[in-house]
Structures are given as structure tokens and as C-alpha cells.
């Protein structure tokens, strides 16, 4: 009963089918660890929600970014070039220590990495390399955080930056990949993608489809 109604409040709460289902999955899990130490004798049943369509996260072309940048700080530029050059997640940059950025500035070490228990190396572009020596040379070499910012914080910059969320730039990322002639699997592995068919999603859109044959069946 407590688990429906935790299940019924995050519906109300207008949270994601995803977030739902994930947090859905951790409690059963909990308490099939539980059942299986011996510490209750029942099961968790309760479903999960059906995953509504996906929404449209594409978020700014890649012109629209750079024009956007033109106008922003140091730190702002760095933070949103890391995501739509590098495709790199919000949790991961805002989880960036300035020991994570190799002597020579071409390679981050990602500790905050979606899924990942070990630190992973990403190599970075001449480009982006460079807008990052830029905030190093305001920011100062001193231990810590490298952009010192929260999840809350680095949203808040993409929305007055580029008017989007931090995702659409990790969107837009792909997008210019898959445009600029990458297959699908290259674009998985630029985006760290364990499966296919996460990295169709970010291209896949049934509208787009059907009007595509639509237009070709409604041909003389």
C-alpha cells in the first residue's frame, strides 16, 4: 500500500515515467536483497508505469549555440562547450575536479559518469581544449572544483545561455555527429552509450517519419 501511494504521488508530482520506473526498480530491489538475507518473507509487486512519448529534447543547432557563447563568461562557455562538443552529461561536469583535467588539457578523467563505477578518459578537441585553458586561466590552479557549480546551478546557465536544458546540448552534440556523416555506432560511442537503441532515441521521431512517407506516398 505505501509503495502505490509513493508510486501514485510522484505521478501527481508530474515526474517521468523513467525516474518513476527507476526509483520503482531500486525499492524492489532493496527488498529482494532484504528477502534474500532473510529479513522479510514477501516480494514487492508493484508495476511499473507505462513510459509516456518521448519528449522532444533535441535542444539548439550547433550555430546556435556558438552564436549564444559569444556573449557569455569564461566559465559559462567552458561548461556549455564540454556538453555540446563532448556530449558530456550535467552530473559529470558539475562532478569535474581540476585534478581531473590531464597536464596537458586534452583529456578528462569523468568520475560522476552515469552507470560507471570506474573513472573514464575522454579525449577532448583542440576547440574545446582551448575554452577550457581559458577558465584554468581565470579560474587558477588551486585544488577543488573546476567549475564549482550544482546540478541546479549549471541548469539554470543552459536556460539563460542557450535557452535550453543542459540534455538538449549533449542532444545537439549527436545531432551534429550523426549530421557531419557518424554512423549510429560512432555516435554511441561518442556518447558512451552501453546500448543501440539509446542512441536512436536522440534521432528517432515517429512524426518525422511519417510525414517523410507521407510526402513520398503522396507522390503522382
Known amino acids: 500500500m505505501l509503495a502505490l501511494r509513493w508510486r501514485t504521488a510522484m505521478l501527481e ?5 523513467a525516474t518513476i520506473n527507476r526509483r520503482l526498480c531500486a525499492l524492489r530491489s532493496l527488498v529482494k536483497l532484504a528477502r ?3 529479513r522479510v518473507t ?17 535542444g539548439p543547432t550547433r550555430g546556435e549555440v556558438l552564436v549564444a557563447l559569444e556573449s557569455a563568461s569564461v566559465r559559462d562557455v567552458a561548461m556549455i562547450r564540454l556538453m555540446a562538443d563532448r556530449g558530456l552529461r550535467r552530473g559529470e561536469v ?3 575536479d581540476v585534478s581531473d583535467v590531464s597536464e596537458d588539457r586534452r583529456t578528462l578523467s569523468l568520475r560522476e559518469t552515469k552507470g560507471k ?3 573514464v578518459s575522454v579525449e577532448l578537441a ?8 581559458a577558465w584554468l586561466t581565470v579560474r587558477g590552479e588551486e585544488p577543488g572544483s573546476l567549475f564549482g557549480v550544482t546540478a541546479d546551478t549549471l541548469w539554470r546557465v543552459c536556460g539563460r545561455v542557450v535557452g535550453c536544458r543542459p540534455h538538449g546540448l549533449r542532444h545537439c552534440a549527436a545531432t551534429t555527429a550523426r549530421d557531419r556523416g557518424a554512423t549510429l555506432e560512432e555516435v554511441a560511442t561518442f556518447l558512451r552509450h552501453v546500448k ?3 542512441t536512436r532515441g536522440y534521432f528517432d521521431r ?7 512517407v507521407a510526402a513520398v506516398v503522396a507522390r503522382p
Request: glycine share 6%; proline share 4%.
Open 117 to 119: 563505477r570506474e573513472p
Open 42 to 58: 514477501w516480494t514487492l509487486d508493484v508495476e511499473a508505469v507505462k513510459a509516456e512519448r518521448r519528449r522532444d529534447m533535441s
Open 36 to 38: 534474500r538475507l532473510g
Open 206 to 212: 515517429s512524426d518525422e517519419v511519417a510525414a517523410r
Open 94 to 96: 558539475c562532478g569535474l
Open 196 to 198: 543501440l537503441e539509446t
Open 126 to 133: 583542440p576547440e574545446t581544449t582551448a575554452v577550457l585553458v
Open 13 to 17: 508530482a508530474g515526474l517521468s515515467a
